[in-house]
């Protein structure tokens, strides 16, 4: 890929110029490994030292550490060099992927009656099912699946073998990784006779814009009403949202987690990996939930919350888990002590 002046990147993104224009920048790269063709960033004081020792062409610094950047570097100042590197890679992303040509693959199957943008890009034996809705700019991926009746707004990226099943919405500039299925059956059964009797799923899936969603990642739809991730939604990998569920706006989780259906998840919530959480229960706004906690009830007041037994020595963790299982007796008999204690 030919290399761009870091004049031309802080006309496209902002920032205050402090160097050369006509500085070429072939690629952005860390901090410690950047060389002269580079532009990397520093977002925090503690990288103070290795800011002073890095090689790279240009830096995008906030105004703090201006004064520790190496004599000579050419230097863009931001307020928040994290966000800029973010706007950054999307600005190279698109200089080194450029969308596909619009118009459909010939191995692909677009039903009658489904409706695709003609300026949407449409790639090999992907499946568009009668009554789809396939807006301006979208690409499907190759082996991608949008079933009957479902939506997918303008630009969004559904990567390759993305399955959106029938009757889902899908909002603008959304991104899906290759493998997520959207919609697919809730775990609905009922009991019966020693056996277990099927609950249809009637409801679908509502997915707002600037939603992200990781590879192999499954939202189920809803039994009756719908499951819904509001706007600005981001999903790691390897994450299941059960059926009913309610995802609220910008609320991120990293991979491995789990939600039990008709779970209600508020705005701006973090949940880290691998975290389970309790089905039929409410998260409220701002809540942060570390990594591999077990949620069991409803979390109404911000705040962090975290529950997890620290690895250990086996036989160690054996004597600690056997303490544990004896903390209510324990408990009990402490409360009779003071109980007795008191009638003294």
């Known amino acids: 890929m030919n290399s761009v002046r870091l004049g031309e990147i802080v006309a496209a993104l902002g920032g205050?110029?402090?160097?050369?224009?006509a500085h070429e920048i072939a690629r952005i790269a860390p901090l410690e490994s950047a060389g002269g063709d580079a532009i990397t960033f520093v977002a925090q004081a503690r990288l103070q030292k290795a800011l002073e020792a890095s090689l790279a062409g240009a830096i995008v610094v906030a105004p703090a550490l201006v004064a520790a950047a190496p004599a000579g570097r050419s230097l863009v100042v931001t307020d928040d060099p994290y966000l800029y590197f973010a706007r950054l890679t999307q600005w190279w992303a698109k200089r080194l992927r450029p969308a596909p040509p619009a118009g459909a693959h010939p191995t692909a199957w677009i039903a009658p009656g489904a409706v695709v943008a003609a300026s949407a890009?449409?790639?090999?034996?992907?499946?568009v099912e009668a009554g789809a809705v396939i807006g301006e700019r979208v690409q499907l991926g190759a082996h991608?699946?949008?079933g009957a009746g479902s939506r997918v707004g303008a630009d969004s990226l559904m990567h390759p073998r993305v399955t959106i099943a029938a009757g889902c919405t899908v909002g603008e500039?959304?991104?899906f990784q290759s493998g997520a299925v959207i919609g697919a059956d809730g775990f609905g059964i009922a009991p019966t006779q020693?056996?277990?009797e099927r609950i249809e799923q009637l409801g679908g899936v509502r997915i707002g814009?600037?939603?992200?969603?990781?590879?192999?990642?499954c939202v189920d739809r809803g039994a009756l009403e719908d499951t819904v991730l509001e706007d600005g939604v981001k999903l790691d990998n390897q994450i299941q949202i059960g059926h009913n569920c309610h995802i609220g706006a910008h609320t991120v989780m990293a991979a491995c987690v789990?939600?039990?259906?008709s779970t209600r998840v508020g705005r701006n919530v973090m949940i880290g990996g691998a975290a389970m959480i309790q089905g039929h229960i409410e998260i409220a706004d701002g809540v942060t939930v570390s990594a591999s906690t077990m949620v069991m009830h409803s979390l109404r007041k911000k705040g962090v919350y975290t529950a997890i037994f620290p690895v250990d020595e086996h036989a160690s963790w054996e004597k600690n888990a056997v303490t544990l299982r004896n903390l209510y007796a324990l408990r009990e008999r402490v409360r009779a002590l003071e109980k007795a204690q008191k009638k003294d």
């Open 16 to 21: 205050e110029l402090r160097g050369d224009p």
């Open 121 to 127: 890009s449409i790639g090999p034996h992907a499946v």
């Open 144 to 146: 991608c699946v949008v």
């Open 173 to 175: 500039r959304c991104v």
């Open 194 to 196: 020693r056996r277990w």
């Open 209 to 217: 814009n600037d939603v992200d969603i990781g590879a192999n990642t």
């Open 258 to 261: 789990g939600i039990a259906g």
